[in-house]
Structure formats: structure tokens, C-alpha cells
């Protein structure tokens, strides 16, 4: 009995335990299909975009800098160029004691603090894998004598990257400018993703207005990395496209006679070609040397520059604002010849000084026993002040404003590098704006020779010459003339020449006062006449004298009595061969005395120079 | 009385043996991959996986009866032993789970994932069944006491294995299904105490789950990682050896853990289903030797055992495919190491004792 009813047990036991091991296989089948039903959710459904993630994790787009392109003068000299610099450089990951490292190799190569400090901070912006610079710059002895030790080093290599260097230094550093490290200012003004490689962007000068065709298009290069971000391969390769080269419109032996003539003076001269706006020789002096921006100039030195009294970083042939003096004669003579003021005939006695009716102020001519009897031809040659007290005064502030402004004068010149100034021509206008004050006739007359509140840039002068030389037609001068792509030699023209015509002038006046203009050189009373004699080609100028202080009435200008400083400005225009000019000039010497004796004579190295090789007729 | 073959005399469940061996090779076929080829690696486990089987073979050997016998004082050496290792001090990163005898290093909550099912096919089988409510509670506890000790270490998923395989054995003896769903309530009701307990790496692991993207580069690295590996496999994979995401290291622990990503990136979902299918044989063989076993004691440890390996495998590749928590749980015999190989081996040399172990009906009647 009691053995049957365990059997019977047993059975039922066993039939419960088979049953619930059935529940407990088909629960387990059931979770497994959950488990296959998420799978097919991810591997196919999903699939795309999973697939998607897993490439954005392992390809990465890694820029490659283009070579940024080459700037070369006129005529096929180098001034901005790509030289390799030699840099040490660190792999942190192959080394186990970076301060052992540093002081084994400190007994190879001079490291200085500065180095070990900036080394020790770029190490914590990059990882493991990737070089860390520890010298920049190395010469090539440092080079030589660490290549022989560097079987020493496993984790220090020498690199060689491309830097720019501009060879001709100070030379050109006013037309070219600088590259120096991209910043912030700069990211705003490109397209970032075109500056993913790149280190270096034009700051100024020609590097930065021609930034878009000398930086090229950069490259990319798809790699795979891993989780650290260490490239395994290159997937795909997009080169960059190299910037092109740039041929300027300098011509660079005139550009050295310039240079040369200011040599230890501070001044400006700006030659340009007439006929299209060419700028041939564009000098600051003094300049400075733009290969200690390239990689970033230490603090020292560029506070030197910067408080230096002779400004070399100021670009005094865009930014310099002088006052005319008598240069600005032709362009008055011109209006007035032009609203009928005066008839080339007209005459006017110069006793030497010229008083406005109902006042006492004697306003001086720079003759102090006159000039006499004076025509216009006579009042530019001879600069004659009288005259053109005269002829100012009979023109009216509104006349003498308004014909000035045709001469491109108070307007910037749209010089391709931009960075010019405006100049200023005052009007009563622009002195109740500024001033809050009436214009008084006496500012009129002062304007008249140029001096007074009128202000003008070294390039406008150029620039309002070269507009008398070619009748009325004056041209957006420019620095860049061709660019040449570097791989298929294709040279473009980067300028569309512009001009615009100053359509108020007859033909007739445009001679008379060129005329005036080759007298004040050739003439036998001209003030320039000393930088005219045995010229084989007929300049047409004009002298300047731009006083720095206002002299007292009774008092005279005495040179030697007056600081360097305070001195006058000499200024000279001009523009040669005077029947087909092919260059005009405009020369300022700062404090350098008389026209005629300071900038005259180096217009006419420069002519001598540029038109060595002109036969007359 | 039926002639008994050469396997049956050495105690080898040949249909078992085939799948464990099937699914050794495909482990280090994958391992080969996941660990960056490196054969030093697929040699050790090799040799690992060879010295579990001797394992495997003696365990066989062992009458179920002599298990049963032993059964109390195994699970009574791991409480013992897993108290030492609370005592022991806290080391390491979070989690103190190893004993150091010496020669090599032992995980006691390793020894319940056999104690916690033998001692209750022990319990239950030591009295009627379906045992009455009394014993179930006291049940309970010897279930219970361990998973605890095993959660505060904290090694929740060894926890979860422990428990899954005591509960598994209750259920098999035959509870009440009134039973059953009063403690699921009760186990419900519990979850705001438990979530009190973790640790601060749990609640992340378990917040991580319910919104990885919320922390992409740190504590939901993990699974969007793996997501990302075996949703890019595809249906066909991208190919042994050509997973990228394992390849270029942005997998972690792909080589342990999370292998089955770098497998479902490389094989695809096809792989992924005849992986699926070949666990699913080697438990339905387990089932089948629970449901025959002769004596109430092995159906139960059979069922609870091979519970043990279920719970492995749908722990692992749910929480790799981001289904459930990340808690530490290697893909059976394919996740490099070798605690969990030579566990599961021991596992699987009971089931063939159990399943060869026939003693004559009329001799035990």
C-alpha cells in the first residue's frame, strides 16, 4: 500500500517536474527570440544608421595645408618665398623621462627656458602619439650636429616645415606686409573650413589683400583612426591646391634706388605708372624687417618698433598725411584755370606778401622780396605763394574744395592692399562739423599753398601726378599685376584696370600746365632746375615745401635754429619723359628742408634709373 | 537491459560534448579577433578551455548521489568563505570578489553558481515535493543569503546568476504558481529598497541603461559602442577580422565582456542566430537530461545548472545589445577568461553525471 501510493508519487512527481522544465524551455525560447527580434532591430532595421555611426567613428578628415604661393616683383625677383625652417620635435609616447630627454639633449643643442616652457605646455594640448615642437628654428649647424646624435634619440626627430620668408627683408616690407599665426580676428574673415591645415594667413600688405589667391584650397585626407585618434591608413586623398604666385607691379631696382635715397631719413615715395596705375616702387622709410612677425615677434622687439620715434611700422605711403605745400599749385592753377579765374596771361605783382583787404596779416611769400610780376606759367615755376594766395582767394574755399576733390584728393585711393588713409580737404562744412567754429578767408588763402588743415597722402599725390600726365585719367593704382599658378604656369591678370576721367579740363589746359611743370625743372628760373640739368629726357615736376610750425609774423624760418624734427617737409612731384610720361613720382622727405634740394634731386634718380633706356622722339 | 556504449561507460553525454566543443572553437575563433590577433592569447585560452574539460570529465564522474551528500557543506564552505572575502578588506576598483591562495586567485561567489543549486536540489529533494510553504521560505534563505553576500561585493550579475539558478530549482519542484506570483509582487514592491542598496556604479549602470546617450563618453560609452558594433555588422557582418569597431579600439572590453559585439559586428545577424540556436541546443540537451533524470535531486540541479548558462547567455547579450544593465557577465565559453570557463565546465560535468548516472529502477525501488 504504502509502496504503491510512493510510486504513484513518484510519477506525479515527475510528470510535474517534466512539465514545469517544458514552461521553463519555452520561457527560456521565448526570451531568446526577444533577444533576436532586438538583434534584427539593430542589424537590419537599424543597420543604416548604425553603419553610418561606425564610419563617422573610424574616418576622420584630416586637412593638409596648401603651399601658399610665392610673390615675386615685376620682373621675376623673389620676396616672398617658402623656405624650410628645421624644428626639433618630441614624441612624448616613445619616451619614458621626458626630463632626462630634455637634459640630454640641452647638451646638444642651446634650449632655452622659453623653449622648455612652451615645450611642457603644447605637451598637454596634444596626445601621446603626436609631435611636440622643443626648438624652433634650428641652424643649420644645430641640425648637423644633432643628426649625428640622433641615433641617441629614437623620440626626436628634426622636421622640416615650410615657413615664409621674405628675402629681401625691409626692402618690401611696406608692399608685401606679413604672414604671422592664424588668430581668432583672422578666422572671421575666411572660410574656416579652408584654414583646417593651415598655420600662417596674410596680416598685411599684399599677404593679406591677396590672402584668397596666395593660401590656395586646402586638401583633405581621409584616414581611419582608432579610439585614441592614431591614423592606421589613408583611406583617400584629396591634395590641396597650391595658392598661385603673385607677380607685383614693383620694379625692384627702382624700388632699391628708392630705398636707398631715404636711407636714414623718414619719408615716403611712391612711383607709378601713369598709363594704368601700376605702382613701380612704394617705400616707407624707415621700414622694418617682416620675416620677426612670420612666426610670432617676441615682445621685446616689437615694443622697440612700436615706440620708436621714426614709426617703421607705419606705412607713411598710405597712411602718412602731409601737407602739400606747393605741390598742390598745379591742380589749384588747373581749377582756376578752369572756372575762369585766372587766364594763363593774367598777371599779378608779388611784393613778397599778399594781405586780404580790411585785415593787417600779412601772408609771406616764401620770396621775401617777391617775385614781381607774375603769369601763371611764372607762379608754378617759380612757386610764386602771392599768386596763389590770390588765385585761392578768387576761387573761393567751396571752388578750391570741389577741384581738389577731382583730383582724387580727400578720397582713398583704392589702392588694391587697402590700409590708406583719406587725407583731408577742409570746407567750412567739415569745420563746423569738427570744429564748431565759422571759416575764416584767411584759412582759404592758407590753402591755397597748401598748407594749413589740407592733407594728403604720399599715394594720392602719386596718384593726382600721374592724372596730369596722362590728361585727366586717373587710375585705381595696385601692387599686383599677374598671378601664375604654381603647377600649370597659367598666368591671369589679376587687375581690371580702372580709371576714371576728370572730364572738366580742356586739352589745352592740360598743356599749359605740363608746361609750367617742365619749366619748374628745365626752366631757367624753375625751383627744380639743380635735378634737370644733362637729363636725356624732359621731366614735368613740382616742388614742395611743407612747413611743420607756423612761423610769427616777423619772425624768419632759420633751418639751423629749428630741432630736425620741426623742420619743414620736402616734397617733390613729378613725371618723365614729360611728352609720354611713363612714370610720375611723388617724393616726401620728412623734415628733410626745401623740395628742391631734399626730394627733388631723388625723383630724378629714379627717372634716371627707370628711363636709362629712353631715346627721345 | 540495453548495451551501453563507450561514451555512456566514461560518463560523456556525447550530444552535450558536441555543443560545448562547438561552441569553444567559435570562442576562439572570435577571441583571435576581438583580442587583436594576438595568438599568445587563443593559446592560454586553449589551454584554459583543455584543462576545464579534464575538469568536465572528472566532474562526470562523480555519482549524483555523492553530490547530494556533498552538497551542504559545499554551499556552507562558500557562505564561509564569502563572508572571508568581505572581511578580507576592500581593495581594488569598487569591488572586492578575489581570494589570493597563492597560487592563483579564486572567487568564492563563483563556487555558488554550483552550491546555490545543489543545496536546494539537496532541500527540496530531502522531502516531498512540491515542497510545502515552509521549507519554499526556508528555501528562500539558503537562496538569498549567498546573492546577498555575492551583491554587497557588489558582482550583481554573478548575484542574478546565483539567484536565477535557486529560484530556477524552486520552480522546477513544482511551487504554486499562487506562490510564484505573490512573490513577484513582493519582489516589485522591493525594487525601490534594492535601488537604495546599489552602489553608485549600479544606479549608473541601471540609469546608463534607460538612456545611454545622456553620458556618450562616459558611463553610456559602453553601449552606444557596442550598439554601434553590431548594428554596423549588418546581415552578413562585415567579416572575421574586419570589424572596426573592435579593430580600432573603440570597443571596450572586447575581448571579455562585450565579445558578442565584436561577433555581431563581424558575423552579422546570421552568426548572431546560429549562436543563439547553438546555446539553444546545448540548454534544450540540459532540459532534456533534467526532465530524464532519474532521481528528483538531478532533475532539479539539472534544471537549475543549466538555468545558470541560461541566464549567462541572455544576460550577456542583452546587455551588450543594450536591453539590459551592463553587470559583468561573460558570453559562456567565448568571453576570455577562465573563472567562467571552468564554472561552466564543472556545470556541464554534473549534467553528464546526471545524465549518465542510471541506476537500475529496480534496484533503488
Keep these: 500500500m504504502s509502496i504503491q501510493f510512493e510510486f504513484k508519487d513518484i510519477v506525479e512527481e515527475t510528470r510535474q517536474v517534466k512539465r514545469r522544465v517544458l514552461i521553463t524551455g519555452i520561457a527560456m525560447l521565448l526570451l531568446f527570440g526577444f533577444l533576436i527580434t532586438r538583434l534584427i532591430y539593430l542589424q537590419i532595421i537599424q543597420h543604416d544608421h548604425f553603419i553610418t555611426l561606425s564610419q563617422n567613428n573610424r574616418v576622420k578628415v584630416v586637412p593638409i595645408a596648401p603651399i601658399r604661393g610665392l610673390i615675386y616683383s615685376r620682373d621675376g625677383v623673389l620676396l616672398a618665398e617658402n623656405q624650410p625652417a628645421f624644428s626639433l620635435e618630441v614624441i612624448p609616447e616613445k619616451v619614458n623621462d621626458l626630463d632626462v630627454l630634455l637634459s640630454e639633449i640641452s647638451l646638444i643643442i642651446d634650449i632655452r627656458e622659453d623653449d622648455i616652457a612652451r615645450f611642457w605646455k603644447s605637451l598637454r594640448e596634444k596626445r601621446r602619439f603626436e609631435s611636440v615642437p622643443l626648438k624652433f628654428n634650428l641652424n643649420e649647424a644645430e641640425v648637423a650636429r644633432f643628426s649625428v646624435q640622433n641615433h641617441r634619440f629614437p623620440a626626436v626627430e628634426v622636421i622640416a616645415r615650410p615657413y615664409r620668408r621674405y628675402p629681401e627683408n625691409e626692402l618690401t616690407a611696406h608692399i608685401i606686409g606679413y604672414v604671422g599665426r592664424i588668430d581668432d580676428n583672422d578666422l572671421q574673415t575666411v572660410d574656416v573650413s579652408n584654414y583646417l591645415g593651415s598655420t600662417h594667413i596674410g596680416k598685411i600688405g599684399v599677404e593679406k589683400a591677396y590672402e584668397n589667391i596666395l593660401h590656395g584650397q586646402v586638401g583633405h585626407q581621409q584616414v581611419e583612426v582608432n579610439a585614441q585618434g592614431r591614423v592606421i591608413r589613408v583611406l583617400e586623398r584629396t591634395p590641396p591646391i597650391p595658392g598661385k604666385n603673385i607677380f607685383l607691379t614693383i620694379d625692384i631696382g627702382l624700388q632699391k634706388i628708392a630705398m636707398k635715397s631715404l636711407q636714414g631719413k623718414r619719408g615716403a615715395i611712391v612711383a607709378m605708372d601713369p598709363a594704368n596705375g601700376d605702382i613701380l616702387a612704394l617705400v616707407s622709410a624707415p621700414s622694418y624687417d617682416p620675416n620677426l612677425f612670420v612666426n610670432g615677434i617676441d615682445y621685446e622687439t616689437y615694443n622697440s618698433l612700436l615706440s620708436s620715434k621714426d614709426t617703421p611700422l607705419v606705412n607713411r605711403a598710405l597712411q602718412g598725411t602731409y601737407p602739400p605745400g606747393s605741390t598742390i599749385k598745379p591742380f589749384l592753377g588747373l581749377t582756376a584755370l578752369t572756372y575762369g579765374i585766372r587766364e594763363p596771361d593774367d598777371t599779378i605783382w608779388c611784393p613778397g606778401w599778399y594781405r586780404l583787404k580790411g585785415s593787417s596779416h600779412l601772408y609771406r611769400d616764401w620770396k621775401r622780396e617777391g617775385h614781381g610780376e607774375v603769369d601763371f606759367n611764372y607762379a608754378i615755376m617759380q612757386s610764386c605763394d602771392v599768386y596763389y594766395y590770390d588765385t585761392a582767394n578768387d576761387l573761393g574755399i567751396t571752388r578750391l574744395h570741389d577741384g581738389l576733390v577731382n583730383f582724387g584728393f580727400s578720397n582713398k585711393t583704392g589702392i588694391d592692399i587697402g590700409g590708406e588713409a583719406a587725407g583731408l580737404l577742409p570746407s567750412p562744412e567739415w569745420k563746423r562739423k569738427t570744429y564748431d567754429q565759422p571759416w575764416y578767408p584767411g584759412e582759404t588763402l592758407i590753402a591755397g599753398i597748401g598748407q594749413g588743415s589740407l592733407l594728403v597722402t604720399p599715394l594720392q599725390l602719386v596718384n593726382a601726378t600721374a592724372s596730369l600726365a596722362n590728361n585727366g585719367k586717373l587710375y585705381a593704382p595696385h601692387l599686383a599685376a599677374v598671378s601664375a599658378d604654381q603647377i600649370s604656369h597659367e598666368r591671369n591678370d589679376i587687375q581690371t584696370i580702372r580709371s576714371s576721367e576728370i572730364g572738366i579740363y580742356q586739352a589745352a589746359q592740360w598743356e599749359i600746365i605740363k608746361q609750367a611743370m617742365i619749366d619748374v625743372v628745365h626752366g631757367e628760373r624753375g625751383t627744380a632746375r639743380g635735378s634737370g640739368y644733362n637729363s636725356k629726357f624732359r621731366m614735368a615736376g613740382k616742388t614742395g615745401t611743407a612747413q611743420v610750425i607756423a612761423i610769427a609774423q616777423d619772425e624768419e624760418y632759420k633751418e639751423e635754429d629749428i630741432p630736425e624734427e620741426l623742420q619743414d617737409h620736402a616734397l617733390f612731384i613729378a613725371f618723365a619723359p614729360a611728352e609720354e610720361p611713363s612714370i610720375a613720382v611723388a617724393v616726401i622727405v620728412e623734415n628733410g628742408g626745401s623740395g628742391s634740394s631734399s626730394a627733388a634731386p631723388i625723383a630724378r634718380q629714379l627717372f634716371d634709373y627707370y628711363l636709362a633706356g629712353y631715346q627721345e622722339g | ?365
Excluded at chain 2, 63 to 81: A, M
Excluded at chain 2, 83 to 97: E, H, S
Excluded at chain 2, 195 to 215: A, S
Excluded at chain 2, 320 to 347: C, N, R
Design chain 2, 1 to 365: 537491459m540495453e548495451k551501453r556504449t563507450v561514451a555512456q561507460k566514461l560518463h560523456i553525454d556525447m550530444p552535450l560534448l558536441f555543443g560545448i566543443v562547438v561552441l569553444c572553437c567559435i570562442g576562439l575563433v572570435v577571441l583571435y579577433s576581438a583580442g587583436g590577433q594576438n595568438l599568445h592569447l587563443v593559446i592560454r585560452q586553449a589551454v584554459i578551455m583543455t584543462v576545464a574539460l579534464l575538469l568536465l570529465f572528472l566532474t562526470a564522474q562523480i555519482n549524483p548521489y555523492q553530490l547530494q551528500r556533498w552538497s551542504i557543506w559545499f554551499y556552507l564552505l562558500g557562505i564561509i568563505l564569502l563572508i572571508i572575502v568581505l572581511l578580507a578588506g576592500y581593495t581594488g576598483k569598487g569591488a572586492q570578489r578575489w581570494l589570493n591562495l597563492g597560487l592563483f586567485r579564486f572567487q568564492p561567489s563563483e563556487l555558488m553558481k554550483l552550491g546555490v543549486p545543489m543545496v536546494m536540489a539537496w532541500f527540496i529533494a530531502g522531502s516531498q515535493v512540491p515542497p510545502n510553504i515552509g521549507r519554499v521560505l526556508l528555501g528562500c534563505v539558503f537562496i538569498i543569503v549567498p546573492v546577498l553576500l555575492i551583491a554587497k561585493q557588489p558582482d550583481l550579475g554573478t548575484a542574478v546568476l546565483v539567484g536565477a539558478a535557486g529560484f530556477a530549482v524552486l520552480f522546477i519542484s513544482g511551487i504554486s504558481w499562487r506562490f510564484i506570483i505573490s512573490v513577484m509582487v513582493l519582489i516589485a514592491s522591493a525594487m525601490p529598497v534594492i535601488w537604495y542598496f546599489m552602489h553608485d556604479y549600479q544606479k549608473r549602470r541601471v540609469l546608463t541603461f534607460l538612456n545611454p546617450e545622456q553620458d556618450p563618453l562616459g558611463a553610456g560609452y559602453h553601449t552606444i559602442q557596442a550598439k554601434i558594433a553590431i548594428g554596423s555588422g549588418g546581415l552578413f557582418g562585415k567579416g572575421w577580422l574586419n570589424g572596426t569597431q573592435s579593430h580600432l579600439e573603440f570597443l571596450p572590453e572586447r575581448s571579455t565582456d562585450f565579445i558578442f559585439a565584436v561577433f555581431s559586428e563581424e558575423f552579422g545577424l546570421m552568426g548572431v542566430v546560429l549562436l543563439i540556436a547553438i546555446y539553444g541546443y546545448v540548454i534544450g540537451r540540459g532540459l532534456w537530461i533534467a526532465m530524464n533524470a532519474q532521481e528528483t535531486f538531478g532533475k532539479l540541479l539539472a534544471s537549475g545548472l543549466i538555468m545558470t548558462l541560461f541566464v549567462y547567455v541572455f544576460v550577456n547579450i542583452g546587455m551588450v545589445s543594450g536591453q539590459l544593465p551592463v553587470v559583468g557577465v561573460p558570453l559562456p565559453l567565448i568571453s576570455l577568461g577562465g573563472t567562467s570557463i571552468v564554472t561552466l565546465m564543472l556545470v556541464f560535468g554534473i549534467l553528464m553525471s546526471i545524465s549518465t548516472h542510471r541506476r537500475m529502477l529496480s534496484s533503488q525501488v
